[in-house]
C-alpha cells in the first residue's frame, strides 16, 4: 500500500491520532501503518495518553496557577531571563519558555527547561507541536505573554506585524495582555525608528516596564537601556495576572530606610556592614503596591531604585538622620537600615599613611540612634514604629532588649550569622516581636516567620491587620494562601490573628 487516504474521522480521534504521531516523530500516515500492523498481529496499540508536558501543564491549570509564555529575546540581558523564571515560580505562576535564534547564542534551551520544568521552544516549524498550530496554542494557552529581553528589533516586527519566526507569530496571533520589558543600547533605544515602534505598540495597548538607566555591556557605554530587574518585571507581571488585590495602606505616609551606611576614615576608607538593601527595598515596593506614599531613604546600595517611591540616597548615618526628620511626620516608620553604630571622631582630609609605628589609632564616636529618636520623639512621632534586629547570637533575648530599649513598637528580628546567608541574600527568616502594653506591664508577643523570600517577608510585614470585629470564626477559616504560608495548620495562626488584629489598633487600621 503506497499510500493512505482515511476519511470521516471525528476530531477527537483525529487530535489523538496526530499527537501520538508528534510524540512519535513520525507522520500521521506512517502511525496509521503502526496502527494496523499492531492490529493485524492482535496485539492492542498502547494507549494514547498526554505527553508528560499535557499532563502537567493540565495539571497546573487544575490547580488554578496562571501561566506565562515568556519569550526571551536576543540580547546580552537574556541571561536576565533566566533569573525572571525563577522569579516568575516563586510567585506560583506557570512558565513555558520561547526562545528566539538570537537568544540561544546567549542562553540555551536546556537552561530554560531546567528552570520551567518545561520543553523549551525554539522553530516555528517545529514537527512536534506545529502539528497543531503550537504557535496559537503559545499565545492563547496563558493569561500573560512576557516579552524579556525585548530587543529593537523584536519590537520593531511587533508594530510592522512580522511574523517570520515563532516569537513574532505567537505575538501577532496573541489576543492575551503582553509585557515588554525592552533592553538595548541607548542610541537604539533613542533612535527615531525605536521611538515610532515604541509609540505603535503602546497605541495597541502593550504594557513596558523599563528599560532602567545604567552602565551596559559595551565598555564605556551608558544612559537608557537597561532591563528591568527581574524582580521588578516578575511583580508588574504578577500585578497583570491577578485581580487587583484591596489597597490597605491607601492614603498612609510610609518612611522605610534600608541598606548599610558609610562612615569616612579618610578620603579614600570608610567603615561599612554588610547590608544589600534587598529587604528595606522589597518592603518599599510591597508598600507602595499596597497603596501608600513610600519614602525611601537607602544608603549605599547596588539596587535600581524602585517606580513609584520616593528615594533619597544618603551615605553617613548623620546624613541618614538628617533625611529621617525632614521626612517627618508619617503614619508609619520602617527602619530597616543597618546604621553604624560608631564612625570616626576626626576624619582625616588626606588619605592616612602608615608610619614607622603603624597606622594612626582611630577614635571612635557613637552615630545617633535613628530608630530611638523617631520612637521617642515628643510630637512627630509615627503612631507605628518598627525596628530591626540583625543579630548574629541569642536572637529573641537581643531583639527583646532592643525593643524596649529603643521605644518603638515592633521589632524584626534575623540571624545574620554567615551561615544564615541573609546580609546579601534573597531569603530571609525572621521573628515578629510585637510590644502590647497593658495594665499590668509590657507584653510581648513574638511569631516566628518559616523562610521566605524578601519579597514575602515585605508582603507579609504590610498586608492589611483585619479590624478586631471581622475575628469571629477567625482560625478556622484564615485563608493560609494570603499569608505565604500554603499548607499551613490554621490552628497554628493563632498568635499570628491576634497580632494583626493589635497591628491594626497601632496603625489606626482597627
Given at each position: 500500500?503506497?499510500?493512505?487516504?482515511i476519511?470521516?474521522?471525528?476530531?477527537?480521534?483525529?487530535d489523538?491520532l496526530?499527537?501520538?504521531?508528534?510524540?512519535?516523530?513520525?507522520?500521521?500516515e506512517?502511525?496509521?501503518?503502526?496502527?494496523?500492523?499492531?492490529?493485524?498481529?492482535?496485539?492492542?496499540?498502547?494507549?494514547?495518553?498526554?505527553?508528560?508536558?499535557?499532563?502537567?501543564?493540565?495539571?497546573?491549570?487544575?490547580?488554578?496557577?496562571?501561566?506565562?509564555?515568556?519569550?526571551?529575546?536576543?540580547?546580552?540581558?537574556?541571561?536576565?531571563?533566566l533569573?525572571?523564571?525563577?522569579?516568575?515560580?516563586?510567585?506560583?505562576?506557570?512558565?513555558?519558555?520561547?526562545?528566539?535564534?538570537?537568544?540561544?547564542?546567549?542562553?540555551?534551551?536546556?537552561?530554560?527547561?531546567?528552570?520551567?520544568?518545561?520543553?523549551?521552544?525554539?522553530?516555528?516549524?517545529?514537527?512536534?507541536?506545529?502539528?497543531?498550530?503550537?504557535?496559537?496554542?503559545l499565545?492563547?494557552?496563558?493569561?500573560?505573554i512576557?516579552?524579556?529581553?525585548?530587543t529593537?528589533?523584536?519590537?520593531?516586527?511587533?508594530?510592522?506585524?512580522?511574523a517570520?519566526?515563532?516569537?513574532?507569530a505567537?505575538?501577532?496571533a496573541?489576543?492575551?495582555?503582553?509585557?515588554?520589558?525592552?533592553?538595548?543600547?541607548?542610541?537604539m533605544w533613542?533612535?527615531?525608528?525605536?521611538?515610532?515602534?515604541?509609540?505603535?505598540?503602546?497605541?495597541?495597548?502593550v504594557?513596558?516596564?523599563?528599560?532602567?538607566a545604567?552602565?551596559?555591556?559595551?565598555?564605556?557605554?551608558?544612559?537608557?537601556?537597561?532591563?528591568?530587574?527581574?524582580?521588578?518585571?516578575a511583580?508588574?507581571?504578577?500585578?497583570?495576572l491577578?485581580?487587583?488585590?484591596p489597597?490597605?495602606?491607601?492614603?498612609?505616609?510610609?518612611l522605610?530606610?534600608?541598606?548599610?551606611?558609610?562612615?569616612?576614615?579618610?578620603?579614600?576608607?570608610?567603615?561599612?556592614?554588610?547590608?544589600?538593601?534587598?529587604?528595606?527595598?522589597?518592603?518599599?515596593?510591597?508598600?507602595q503596591?499596597?497603596?501608600?506614599?513610600?519614602?525611601?531613604?537607602?544608603?549605599?546600595?547596588?539596587?535600581d531604585?524602585?517606580?513609584?517611591?520616593?528615594?533619597?540616597?544618603?551615605?553617613?548615618?548623620?546624613?541618614?538622620?538628617?533625611?529621617?526628620?525632614?521626612?517627618?511626620?508619617?503614619?508609619?516608620?520602617?527602619?530597616?537600615?543597618?546604621?553604624?553604630?560608631?564612625?570616626?571622631?576626626?576624619?582625616?582630609?588626606?588619605?592616612?599613611?602608615?608610619?614607622?609605628?603603624?597606622?594612626?589609632?582611630?577614635?571612635?564616636?557613637e552615630?545617633?540612634?535613628?530608630?530611638?529618636?523617631?520612637?521617642k520623639?515628643?510630637?512627630?512621632?509615627?503612631?507605628?514604629?518598627?525596628?530591626?534586629?540583625?543579630?548574629?547570637?541569642?536572637?529573641?533575648?537581643?531583639a527583646?532588649?532592643?525593643?524596649?530599649?529603643?521605644?518603638?513598637?515592633?521589632?524584626?528580628?534575623?540571624?545574620?550569622s554567615p551561615a544564615?546567608?541573609?546580609?546579601?541574600?534573597?531569603?530571609?527568616?525572621?521573628?515578629?516581636l510585637?510590644?502590647?502594653d497593658?495594665?499590668?506591664?509590657?507584653?510581648?508577643?513574638?511569631?516566628?516567620?518559616?523562610v521566605?523570600?524578601?519579597e514575602?517577608?515585605?508582603?507579609?510585614l504590610?498586608?492589611?491587620?483585619?479590624?478586631?470585629?471581622?475575628?469571629?470564626?477567625?482560625?478556622?477559616?484564615?485563608?493560609?494562601?494570603t499569608?505565604?504560608?500554603?499548607?499551613?495548620?490554621?490552628?497554628?495562626?493563632?498568635?499570628?490573628?491576634?497580632?494583626?488584629?493589635?497591628?491594626?489598633e497601632?496603625?489606626?487600621?482597627?
Amino acid at each position: 500500500m503506497a499510500s493512505l487516504t482515511i476519511r470521516k474521522l471525528d476530531d477527537a480521534i483525529r487530535d489523538e491520532l496526530r499527537l501520538r504521531a508528534a510524540r512519535n516523530g513520525r507522520s500521521v500516515e506512517d502511525e496509521v501503518r503502526v496502527i494496523l500492523r499492531e492490529a493485524s498481529q492482535h496485539r492492542p496499540p498502547p494507549a494514547v495518553s498526554a505527553t508528560p508536558e499535557v499532563s502537567r501543564v493540565r495539571s497546573d491549570a487544575d490547580a488554578g496557577l496562571p501561566r506565562v509564555t515568556l519569550i526571551i529575546g536576543g540580547g546580552i540581558a537574556a541571561y536576565k531571563a533566566l533569573d525572571l523564571i525563577r522569579r516568575l515560580k516563586e510567585r506560583h505562576v506557570h512558565v513555558r519558555c520561547v526562545l528566539t535564534r538570537a537568544a540561544q547564542q546567549f542562553v540555551t534551551p536546556l537552561s530554560a527547561s531546567a528552570l520551567s520544568n518545561e520543553r523549551c521552544y525554539t522553530d516555528l516549524f517545529d514537527p512536534e507541536s506545529e502539528f497543531d498550530a503550537g504557535h496559537i496554542r503559545l499565545a492563547r494557552d496563558c493569561e500573560l505573554i512576557v516579552v524579556a529581553p525585548a530587543t529593537a528589533d523584536l519590537m520593531a516586527k511587533m508594530a510592522q506585524g512580522h511574523a517570520d519566526d515563532l516569537a513574532s507569530a505567537i505575538l501577532l496571533a496573541a489576543n492575551r495582555p503582553i509585557l515588554l520589558a525592552p533592553a538595548m543600547n541607548p542610541l537604539m533605544w533613542n533612535h527615531a525608528a525605536t521611538r515610532r515602534n515604541v509609540a505603535q505598540l503602546e497605541r495597541d495597548g502593550v504594557a513596558m516596564i523599563g528599560p532602567n538607566a545604567g552602565e551596559m555591556a559595551e565598555a564605556g557605554e551608558a544612559g537608557v537601556g537597561r532591563m528591568a530587574e527581574p524582580l521588578e518585571i516578575a511583580a508588574t507581571a504578577e500585578r497583570l495576572l491577578r485581580p487587583p488585590q484591596p489597597r490597605p495602606l491607601a492614603g498612609k505616609r510610609i518612611l522605610i530606610t534600608a541598606g548599610p551606611t558609610h562612615e569616612p576614615i579618610d578620603p579614600v576608607r570608610y567603615i561599612a556592614n554588610r547590608s544589600s538593601g534587598k529587604q528595606g527595598f522589597a518592603i518599599a515596593i510591597a508598600a507602595q503596591a499596597a497603596g501608600a506614599d513610600v519614602t525611601l531613604i537607602s544608603g549605599p546600595v547596588d539596587l535600581d531604585d524602585p517606580a513609584g517611591v520616593t528615594v533619597k540616597h544618603v551615605e553617613s548615618a548623620r546624613e541618614m538622620l538628617h533625611r529621617v526628620e525632614a521626612a517627618l511626620p508619617v503614619d508609619i516608620a520602617i527602619c530597616a537600615a543597618a546604621v553604624a553604630d560608631w564612625r570616626v571622631a576626626n576624619e582625616g582630609e588626606q588619605k592616612l599613611k602608615k608610619t614607622s609605628a603603624g597606622m594612626p589609632p582611630l577614635q571612635l564616636v557613637e552615630n545617633p540612634d535613628i530608630l530611638a529618636t523617631i520612637s521617642k520623639l515628643p510630637d512627630k512621632r509615627p503612631r507605628l514604629v518598627i525596628g530591626f534586629a540583625a543579630e548574629t547570637e541569642n536572637l529573641i533575648d537581643n531583639a527583646k532588649a532592643k525593643l524596649a530599649r529603643k521605644g518603638c513598637d515592633w521589632i524584626v528580628a534575623n540571624d545574620v550569622s554567615p551561615a544564615s546567608g541573609v546580609m546579601g541574600g534573597d531569603r530571609n527568616t525572621v521573628h515578629l516581636l510585637t510590644r502590647d502594653d497593658g495594665d499590668t506591664g509590657v507584653d510581648i508577643r513574638i511569631e516566628s516567620w518559616p523562610v521566605m523570600t524578601k519579597e514575602q517577608v515585605a508582603t507579609e510585614l504590610v498586608a492589611d491587620p483585619r479590624p478586631r470585629a471581622a475575628r469571629a470564626g477567625a482560625h478556622r477559616s484564615y485563608d493560609c494562601a494570603t499569608t505565604g504560608l500554603r499548607g499551613a495548620d490554621p490552628s497554628a495562626l493563632r498568635p499570628r490573628i491576634e497580632a494583626r488584629c493589635h497591628r491594626a489598633e497601632l496603625a489606626g487600621h482597627g
